[in-house]
């Protein structure tokens, strides 16, 4: 799972967006993936069980668990952005196997080696060394002074002034 989502952020970013330099991109995509993978689940989980079959506190950790991917989306994407903002391929091979290293307690629970609980704690752990590693990436990025002209993809003097974010509305 991890090359194949990591593979599509870094197709997305440089094939499919590859204007859009700005980290709100970034965010934005990885809500976008984490959201619709959230509601996707969620409605499969509702066609394939009846709803009294969920407990209240199976519906909390649902709820935790599926926080945590969205959170861990958005991390990934960040990563993969910051790779191709550096034109490194090494920051998706690390997304990738930070993707695997966060989806390894998922199995561990469906072969019965740990507990449902267990699980979504080790999840949790890894989408927080994501979010760790996603951080450095982005305060290593802005500290080189990398700026990137939006409209050409191209080194310049940084995006153009967005009103929405620029507090001009």
Request: glycine share 12%.
């Amino acid at each position: 799972a991890g090359l194949f989502e990591e593979g599509g952020r870094y197709y997305a970013f440089t094939r499919v967006i590859p204007t859009h330099h700005n980290p709100e991109t970034a965010l934005g995509y990885g809500v976008g993936h984490g959201g619709l993978e959230m509601i996707l689940s969620g409605i499969l989980a509702l066609l394939v069980l009846s709803p009294e079959s969920f407990t209240a506190s199976d519906s909390v950790f649902w709820v935790f668990e599926r926080s945590a991917a969205l959170l861990g989306h958005i991390a990934l994407s960040v990563i993969v952005f910051c790779g191709v903002r550096q034109n490194k391929k090494r920051y998706y091979l690390a997304a990738a196997a930070l993707h695997g290293t966060a989806d390894i307690p998922i199995g561990m629970y469906k072969y019965g080696a740990i507990t449902l609980r267990t699980c979504d704690a080790l999840f949790a752990a890894a989408v927080l060394l994501c979010g760790l590693v996603a951080s450095w990436c982005f305060r290593r990025l802005d500290t080189q002074g990398y700026h990137v002209d939006s409209q050409k993809g191209k080194p310049g003097n940084g995006p153009p002034k967005n009103r929405i974010f620029s507090g001009q509305n």
